[in-house]
């Protein structure tokens, strides 16, 4: 079992708490860094300092740690256009000597697009787009030395790109497709991916969409195609505490006031809790786990919890 840590940086974290944070995460033990994709909180806060972007971020993180898987859960195709985020990327990933990995997703937060004027297209659009920008990332980072790439798609056009900076890794970072969906999803994920993620999610009815995921992967050969098994992943929101009054001043900060978020599932109260919930993950076939931790200047809270990494694994 792989134990990453998320974070929410749009609901207001500076570059320098990100990166503090980060080293800690690598000191600690852990096996990964991966923060959102966002530009504006969700809910009612202001969300000052306001946001970071986060492969800017993730570039300079790259360069100050040496161990830590570092990614996105998950950027929006909405955001970039996909032969620039192939390159952005790419450039991290060598920046990081392959450590990087690429979490995208069709968007979902239309508040955010209203607000900074990115356009919202309607959910089979925006699932046509992000098959579309899969291919063409891949494809990108795929291409045999000396040749040129060319994609002729619905919503993107592509003539004779170099595909250049080539990934440190080869074929070029792990792609990471999540979300709730009973049938697109599951499809894509099945078909592009080489980690579904369930979201933040109780164990029973990630178990369900795991189970989507694998008759996905049945329906469209995956195995025939010579493609290994999707690695399953899932988050846990995580308040760990030694009293009740350090999980209770934990837990208060878990969630932003009126946030468009759905409610996720929570583990609050002491570290034999957490270590419980991982082992029940593990028993449902999860290959990694992402703990959503809240505060950033909390550094207490990461060395509580990396005490129980070795029951976790």
């Given amino acids: 079992m792989q134990v990453c840590v998320f974070i929410e940086p749009h609901r207001g974290a500076t570059f320098d708490s990100q990166l503090k944070f980060a080293q800690h995460v690598e000191q600690c033990g852990f096996d990964g860094l991966f923060r959102a994709d966002h530009f504006m909180a969700m809910g009612s806060s202001s969300g000052e300092p306001g946001p970071t972007d986060s492969w800017v971020t993730l570039g300079a993180i790259a360069w100050e740690t040496s161990r830590l898987r570092l990614g996105t859960l998950v950027t929006s195709m909405t955001f970039r256009h996909p032969a620039l985020l192939a390159i952005t990327v790419a450039q991290v990933d060598r920046m990081s000597k392959g450590r990087v990995e690429l979490g995208i997703g069709a968007g979902w937060y239309e508040r955010e697009h209203v607000a900074l004027g990115i356009p919202f297209p309607p959910a089979p659009e925006r699932f046509e787009r992000l098959a579309e920008q899969i291919e063409i ?15 002729n798609g619905r919503y993107y056009q592509l003539r004779n790109a170099p595909g250049l900076p080539i990934p440190a890794q080869p074929g070029g970072p792990s792609i990471i497709i999540g979300g709730r969906g009973p049938r697109r999803t599951p499809l894509l994920a099945a078909r592009y991916a080489d980690e579904y993620n369930a979201g933040f999610q109780d164990p029973d009815a990630a178990l369900q969409q795991f189970k989507r995921v694998r008759s996905a992967e049945e329906q469209i050969g995956r195995d025939a195609i010579g493609l290994p098994p999707l690695r ?32 996720e599932d929570t583990v609050m109260g002491p570290p034999e809790k957490l270590v419980e919930r991982v082992g029940r993950l593990r028993d449902i076939g999860v290959d990694r ?7 950033l200047a909390d550094l207490d809270h990461l060395d509580l919890i990396a005490q129980v990494l070795p029951q976790m694994r």
């Fill in 137 to 151: 990332i891949t494809g990108l980072w795929r291409l045999p030395t000396g040749q040129t790439f060319s994609y």
């Fill in 289 to 295: 786990v992402y703990l959503r931790l809240t505060d």
């Fill in 232 to 263: 399953l992943s899932i988050g846990v929101v995580v308040a760990i505490g030694r009293s009740a009054s350090e999980i209770e001043r934990r837990a208060s900060m878990l969630f932003e006031k009126d946030s468009a978020m759905l409610r």
